[in-house]
């Protein structure tokens, strides 16, 4: 099956500092990638759905200058978590969607983000 | 307001037996419903996908069912075993919007020996 593949697992970084995370679609074109957000117990929120060569498009509340998200491949998304504060602590996940079968999404492994 | 609800509190039951799982929503018209499973520190992973127009979807022990009457999903684990406990995920696509996937909190299901 198709193979998303999201570095790094885990990270842990300084208040103020910025984090990028990379997702990549291994075997598979994605023309589209969305990003999640996940608390401990609570749902996957969806920040952002990534459009190869255009911009991003951000859910209501998400701060599109403080979540910078570049699509620049058909196999690559990156979400850029800048000047980090303890508050953004969380797990990030990203998905992407197979053009050949549209409508369901694979998942990275997620991102455990960490702010001191 | 819109709202994708599953049952919270975490589902215990004995190996061997079926899990019954519940997914229920408010002020969506969804085109498809999906199940994930998700296991601790972990990305989901797709189940099963049920259409507007299907009643029930079957794969291997796994069996979903669509009721857009009562606006529910249930998704159904025969001959349970402890492999199978996680968190399960349902999650919508608006018809408004198939290319967003709206996801409900999870249930976390324990199969016990």
């Known amino acids: 099956g198709a193979v998303v593949s999201q570095h790094p697992s885990w990270v842990i970084c300084k208040s103020g500092t910025s984090v990028k995370i990379e997702c990549r679609s291994l075997d598979f074109q994605a023309t589209t990638m969305f990003w999640y957000r996940q608390f401990p117990k609570q749902s996957l929120m969806l920040m952002a759905t990534s459009n190869e060569g255009s911009k991003a498009t951000y859910e209501q509340g998400v701060e599109k200058d403080k979540f910078l998200i570049n699509h620049a491949s058909l196999t690559l998304s990156t979400l850029t978590v800048t000047s980090a504060h303890p508050e953004d602590s969380s797990f990030y996940i990203c998905?992407?969607?197979?053009?050949?079968?549209?409508?369901?999404?694979?998942f990275g492994s997620g991102t455990q983000l960490s702010v001191l | 307001s819109q709202k994708i609800e599953q049952n919270s509190e975490a589902l215990n039951i004995q190996e061997g037996k079926t899990a019954t799982l519940t997914c229920n929503y408010t002020n969506y018209s969804p085109a498809y419903l999906q199940w994930y499973r998700q296991d601790p520190g972990r990305g989901p992973v797709f189940l099963l996908l049920i259409r507007e127009n299907e009643k029930e979807k079957r794969k291997e022990r796994l069996k979903v069912t669509f009721d857009t009457t009562l606006k529910q999903s249930l998704f159904h684990i025969t001959a349970s075993q402890p492999a199978d406990s996680a968190t399960y995920l349902c999650a919508l696509a608006p018809s408004s919007n198939t290319g967003k996937l709206i996801f409900g909190q999870g249930t976390t299901l324990q199969v016990k020996p």
């Open positions: 998905s992407a969607r197979d053009v050949t079968t549209n409508e369901k999404l694979f």
